[in-house]
Protein backbone atom coordinates (compact mmCIF):
# COMPACT_ATOMS: atom_id res chain seq x y z
CA UNK A 1 0.00 0.00 0.00
CA UNK A 2 2.03 2.85 -1.44
CA UNK A 3 1.30 6.02 0.67
CA UNK A 4 2.50 8.53 -1.94
CA UNK A 5 2.21 7.22 -5.56
CA UNK A 6 3.58 8.96 -8.60
CA UNK A 7 3.19 7.94 -12.49
CA UNK A 8 5.01 7.44 -14.84
CA UNK A 9 8.36 6.46 -12.76
CA UNK A 10 10.68 7.19 -15.70
CA UNK A 11 9.39 9.44 -18.77
CA UNK A 12 11.13 10.24 -21.92
CA UNK A 13 10.20 12.56 -24.82
CA UNK A 14 10.93 14.83 -27.27
CA UNK A 15 11.28 18.74 -27.02
CA UNK A 16 7.94 20.29 -27.64
CA UNK A 17 5.77 18.01 -26.49
CA UNK A 18 2.72 17.93 -23.89
CA UNK A 19 3.26 15.50 -20.98
CA UNK A 20 1.14 14.45 -17.43
CA UNK A 21 2.51 12.99 -14.28
CA UNK A 22 -0.18 11.69 -11.90
CA UNK A 23 0.03 11.26 -7.94
CA UNK A 24 -2.14 9.92 -5.49
CA UNK A 25 -1.68 9.64 -1.87
CA UNK A 26 -3.84 7.38 0.53
CA UNK A 27 -2.78 9.08 4.00
CA UNK A 28 -6.07 11.52 4.05
CA UNK A 29 -3.63 14.03 4.15
CA UNK A 30 -4.82 17.89 3.09
CA UNK A 31 -1.92 19.30 1.65
CA UNK A 32 0.02 18.28 -1.36
CA UNK A 33 3.07 19.32 -3.11
CA UNK A 34 5.20 19.53 -6.68
CA UNK A 35 8.78 19.13 -6.09
CA UNK A 36 11.39 19.72 -8.56
CA UNK A 37 15.34 18.06 -7.73
CA UNK A 38 17.69 19.09 -10.51
CA UNK A 39 21.11 17.29 -11.24
CA UNK A 40 22.72 18.42 -8.24
CA UNK A 41 20.08 17.13 -6.20
CA UNK A 42 18.56 20.51 -5.26
CA UNK A 43 14.66 19.96 -3.72
CA UNK A 44 12.93 22.92 -5.40
CA UNK A 45 9.21 23.82 -4.57
CA UNK A 46 7.05 24.35 -7.48
CA UNK A 47 3.42 24.04 -6.04
CA UNK A 48 1.25 23.36 -3.04
CA UNK A 49 -2.32 22.70 -2.77
CA UNK A 50 -4.32 22.71 0.72
CA UNK A 51 -7.73 20.93 -0.01
CA UNK A 52 -7.57 21.36 -3.85
CA UNK A 53 -6.85 24.83 -3.32
CA UNK A 54 -3.68 26.21 -4.79
CA UNK A 55 -1.74 27.95 -1.67
CA UNK A 56 1.92 27.92 -3.33
CA UNK A 57 3.19 28.74 -6.64
CA UNK A 58 6.52 29.57 -6.81
CA UNK A 59 8.06 31.21 -9.87
CA UNK A 60 7.20 28.50 -12.43
CA UNK A 61 6.93 28.76 -16.43
CA UNK A 62 3.28 29.11 -17.28
CA UNK A 63 4.02 25.63 -19.12
CA UNK A 64 3.78 23.82 -15.92
CA UNK A 65 -0.04 23.82 -14.45
CA UNK A 66 -0.92 21.61 -11.98
CA UNK A 67 -4.74 20.10 -11.37
CA UNK A 68 -6.06 18.81 -8.05
CA UNK A 69 -9.42 16.77 -8.71
CA UNK A 70 -10.13 15.98 -5.27
CA UNK A 71 -7.73 16.66 -2.10
CA UNK A 72 -5.90 12.89 -2.89
CA UNK A 73 -4.56 13.73 -6.24
CA UNK A 74 -2.46 16.06 -7.52
CA UNK A 75 -1.31 16.36 -10.91
CA UNK A 76 1.49 18.24 -12.85
CA UNK A 77 1.25 19.18 -16.63
CA UNK A 78 3.61 20.26 -18.43
CA UNK A 79 3.09 21.74 -22.11
CA UNK A 80 6.28 22.37 -24.55
CA UNK A 81 8.71 20.38 -23.10
CA UNK A 82 12.50 22.04 -23.20
CA UNK A 83 15.59 20.32 -22.08
CA UNK A 84 16.24 22.54 -18.89
CA UNK A 85 12.93 20.88 -17.64
CA UNK A 86 14.80 17.55 -17.57
CA UNK A 87 14.60 16.74 -13.41
CA UNK A 88 12.91 14.20 -10.94
CA UNK A 89 9.43 15.59 -10.19
CA UNK A 90 8.49 14.46 -6.64
CA UNK A 91 4.97 14.50 -5.08
CA UNK A 92 4.43 14.86 -1.19
CA UNK A 93 1.59 15.22 0.84
CA UNK A 94 1.22 16.40 4.45
CA UNK A 95 -1.38 16.50 7.16
CA UNK A 96 -1.05 19.98 7.28
CA UNK A 97 1.83 22.41 6.67
CA UNK A 98 3.22 22.70 10.19
CA UNK A 99 4.44 18.89 9.68
CA UNK A 100 6.87 16.74 7.80
CA UNK A 101 6.34 15.62 4.45
CA UNK A 102 5.61 12.02 2.78
CA UNK A 103 7.25 11.74 -0.70
CA UNK A 104 6.50 9.56 -3.62
CA UNK A 105 9.73 8.26 -5.14
CA UNK A 106 9.45 10.59 -7.76
CA UNK A 107 9.41 10.59 -11.67
CA UNK A 108 12.40 10.73 -13.90
CA UNK A 109 11.63 13.05 -16.94
CA UNK A 110 14.09 13.38 -19.77
CA UNK A 111 13.35 15.69 -22.63
CA UNK A 112 15.99 14.97 -25.73
CA UNK B 1 13.14 34.78 2.01
CA UNK B 2 14.55 31.96 4.07
CA UNK B 3 17.65 30.83 2.84
CA UNK B 4 19.14 27.08 3.91
CA UNK B 5 23.00 26.09 3.94
CA UNK B 6 24.17 23.51 4.72
CA UNK B 7 27.58 21.61 5.16
CA UNK B 8 29.27 19.19 4.25
CA UNK B 9 28.42 18.57 0.81
CA UNK B 10 29.69 15.04 1.04
CA UNK B 11 30.85 12.83 4.28
CA UNK B 12 32.55 9.91 3.95
CA UNK B 13 32.63 8.30 7.51
CA UNK B 14 34.11 5.16 8.92
CA UNK B 15 31.40 2.47 9.87
CA UNK B 16 30.95 3.08 13.29
CA UNK B 17 32.06 6.61 13.49
CA UNK B 18 30.06 9.24 14.25
CA UNK B 19 28.72 11.75 11.43
CA UNK B 20 27.54 15.39 11.81
CA UNK B 21 25.81 17.39 9.39
CA UNK B 22 25.06 21.55 10.00
CA UNK B 23 22.75 23.61 9.01
CA UNK B 24 21.97 27.46 9.13
CA UNK B 25 18.69 29.21 8.10
CA UNK B 26 18.36 33.04 7.35
CA UNK B 27 14.35 33.70 8.83
CA UNK B 28 14.64 33.92 12.42
CA UNK B 29 10.95 33.23 12.43
CA UNK B 30 11.07 29.81 11.03
CA UNK B 31 10.02 27.27 13.57
CA UNK B 32 10.30 23.94 12.20
CA UNK B 33 13.12 21.83 11.34
CA UNK B 34 12.85 18.80 9.92
CA UNK B 35 15.73 16.14 8.10
CA UNK B 36 15.30 13.94 4.92
CA UNK B 37 17.08 11.31 4.02
CA UNK B 38 17.15 9.78 0.47
CA UNK B 39 18.45 6.81 -0.55
CA UNK B 40 19.44 6.39 -4.75
CA UNK B 41 16.10 6.10 -6.59
CA UNK B 42 13.77 7.02 -3.71
CA UNK B 43 12.11 10.11 -2.81
CA UNK B 44 13.33 11.93 0.18
CA UNK B 45 12.20 10.47 3.72
CA UNK B 46 11.34 12.27 6.71
CA UNK B 47 14.03 11.08 9.83
CA UNK B 48 13.98 13.50 12.51
CA UNK B 49 12.58 17.00 12.94
CA UNK B 50 12.24 19.90 15.85
CA UNK B 51 10.82 22.98 16.56
CA UNK B 52 12.00 26.00 17.79
CA UNK B 53 10.47 25.43 21.60
CA UNK B 54 13.26 22.58 21.56
CA UNK B 55 16.87 22.50 21.86
CA UNK B 56 17.56 18.67 21.14
CA UNK B 57 15.38 15.87 20.01
CA UNK B 58 17.09 12.24 19.84
CA UNK B 59 15.31 8.95 17.90
CA UNK B 60 18.29 6.02 18.99
CA UNK B 61 20.97 6.80 16.90
CA UNK B 62 20.21 9.66 15.80
CA UNK B 63 19.97 13.33 17.42
CA UNK B 64 19.17 17.00 16.09
CA UNK B 65 20.18 19.65 17.86
CA UNK B 66 19.02 23.57 17.35
CA UNK B 67 20.62 26.80 18.22
CA UNK B 68 17.70 29.33 17.33
CA UNK B 69 20.00 32.37 18.26
CA UNK B 70 22.85 31.54 15.72
CA UNK B 71 19.96 30.14 13.61
CA UNK B 72 21.95 26.89 13.15
CA UNK B 73 20.53 23.05 13.44
CA UNK B 74 22.49 19.80 13.45
CA UNK B 75 21.69 16.05 12.28
CA UNK B 76 24.25 13.82 14.37
CA UNK B 77 24.29 10.28 13.64
CA UNK B 78 26.08 7.77 15.73
CA UNK B 79 27.61 4.53 15.26
CA UNK B 80 27.27 5.25 11.41
CA UNK B 81 26.22 1.72 9.51
CA UNK B 82 26.94 1.66 6.13
CA UNK B 83 23.03 1.36 5.76
CA UNK B 84 23.12 5.15 6.46
CA UNK B 85 25.02 6.12 3.01
CA UNK B 86 22.49 8.39 1.76
CA UNK B 87 21.92 12.07 0.62
CA UNK B 88 20.29 13.99 3.80
CA UNK B 89 18.46 17.34 3.68
CA UNK B 90 18.17 19.71 6.36
CA UNK B 91 14.80 22.27 5.73
CA UNK B 92 13.02 25.16 7.72
CA UNK B 93 9.76 26.83 7.50
CA UNK B 94 7.11 28.66 9.48
CA UNK B 95 4.18 27.27 10.63
CA UNK B 96 1.68 30.10 9.10
CA UNK B 97 -0.74 29.39 6.27
CA UNK B 98 0.90 29.94 3.56
CA UNK B 99 4.67 28.42 5.04
CA UNK B 100 6.94 26.75 2.05
CA UNK B 101 9.52 24.00 3.42
CA UNK B 102 13.03 25.48 1.95
CA UNK B 103 15.41 22.78 1.74
CA UNK B 104 19.11 23.16 1.92
CA UNK B 105 21.46 21.32 -0.93
CA UNK B 106 22.32 17.96 0.94
CA UNK B 107 24.86 16.25 2.46
CA UNK B 108 25.71 12.72 0.90
CA UNK B 109 27.10 10.74 3.27
CA UNK B 110 28.73 7.31 2.70
CA UNK B 111 29.89 5.17 5.50
CA UNK B 112 32.79 2.93 4.43
CA UNK B 113 32.59 -0.75 5.87
Known amino acids: DTAVSQTPKYLVTQMGNDKSIKCEQN?????MYWYKQDSKKFLKIMFS???????INETVPNRFSPKSPDKAHLNLHINSLELGDSAVYFCASSRDRSRGYTFGSGTRLTVV | GENVEQHPSTLSVQEGDSAVIKCTYS??????FPWYKQELGKGPQLIID?????GEKKDQRIAVTLNKTAKHFSLHITETQPEDSAVYFC????????????FGPGTSLSVIP
Open chain 1, 27 to 31: LGHDT
Open chain 2, 50 to 54: IRSNV
Open chain 2, 27 to 32: DSASNY
Open chain 2, 91 to 102: AASKRTSYDKVI
Open chain 1, 49 to 55: YNNKELI
